[in-house]
């Protein structure tokens, strides 16, 4: 069995909130369109946890854990010319996009707020300070338990 891996998953709050995975109890993560963070997806695993970040909040931070409960498949909002994430050159033979479905598993007690990571040395090297805009990003274990600690989870 493969080890277990971390990822940090963006959303803006007024789009889809941990309080929505939270009541809808896992969802699919659709219309990824960055060819990184669809490598990403691509990647992930049944049982990888997730940090659920809000972006376009403020501040940015770190809301809650989330889990990989299904793997990687085309994504299908891709080939549907009447969605908003419809892309004209995906082919259903060869999708060009995928998805990943996530389910909740706790909020943070504490968000973790982007300056507080930025003020943490041990985060540093993080791909969320490094790069940033990447909606789909792998986090090492000591840093997925660091933010944990930091949101006041064991």
């Known amino acids: 069995m493969p080890e277990k891996q971390y990822w940090l998953m963006k959303s803006e709050p007024d789009v889809y909130s941990i309080d929505d995975l939270e009541r809808d ?3 699919s993560w659709e ?38 409960c299904r793997e990687a498949y085309p994504d299908h909002f891709a080939f549907d010319p ?9 082919d259903q033979d060869e999708p060009r996009w995928y998805m990943v479905d996530v389910e909740y598993l706790a909020h943070l007690p504490r ?8 003020a943490e040395h ?12 990447l909606s789909v990003q792998k986090v090492t274990k000591q840093e997925f338990d660091r933010i944990k600690k930091m949101g006041g989870m064991k």
Not at 82 to 90: G, I, L, Q, T, V
């Open 31 to 68: 219309g990824v369109r960055n060819y990184g963070a669809r490598n990403n997806m691509k990647s992930m695993r049944v049982g990888d946890e997730v940090l659920f970040y809000h972006s376009n909040a403020k501040p940015p931070g770190v809301a809650g854990i989330a889990r990989v």
């Open 25 to 27: 109890g896992s969802t």
């Open 111 to 118: 968000p973790v707020g982007l300056p507080d990571v930025k």
């Open 82 to 90: 009447r969605h908003k994430y419809f892309d004209a050159k995906s």
């Open 122 to 133: 041990a985060l540093a090297d993080m791909e969320l300070i490094r790069y940033g805009r």
